[in-house]
């Protein structure tokens, strides 16, 4: 069985829809409130990596806490972006899930769980 871990947060629907789908696939994962406990930073590295097309990829574009940074996220080396999102957990695009130790998967989309678990 693969090892998840899912990073998520209790208020967010897509992440309730993500665990939901887990579950219902009998899968096993690690539950982590993304804001009391933002992903490691070698988590978050990988993330850049996997993402390094674009760095806003990995930000909760739409939430609030990244409206009110007022930042051009381009313009940020990667150690102040990974600074800036172990600062705040709700800047972080969710769920955020850790496959393995070596893939991360952002957001919840089914066709991409599918591929990754079934």
Known sequence: ???IIFYSYLKCSTCRKAAKWLEKKDLEFQLIDIVKEPPLVNYLN????????????????????????NLDIYLLSREEIIQLLLSDGKLIKRPFLICEGKKVILGFNEIEYAKQFI
Not at 60 to 69: I, M
Request: charged share 35%.
């Open 1 to 3: 069985m693969k090892k």
């Open 46 to 69: 990988l993330a850049l990596e996997q993402y390094s097309y674009d760095k806003k990829r990995i930000f909760n574009t739409r939430g609030k806490a990244f409206k009110t940074l």
